[in-house]
């Protein structure tokens, strides 16, 4: 595993705006489980959360 780019970074965010509108991809999960995926990839201990 690596920590992100910066670009890498922005292009999830940007994922994450466009997805807004559309509702969640993920329905069953918690705010928290969502903001501790975010925060372990960005320091590089996990997988993108936007990925499937």
Do not use: K, Y
């Amino acid at each position: 595993m690596h920590a992100p780019t910066q670009n890498e970074i922005d292009e999830v965010l940007n994922q994450c705006m466009e997805a807004f509108d559309a509702g969640s991809r993920w329905p069953g999960a918690t705010f928290e489980q969502g903001v501790e995926a975010a925060v372990r990839w960005m320091l590089g201990e996990g997988d993108n959360p936007m990925e499937d």
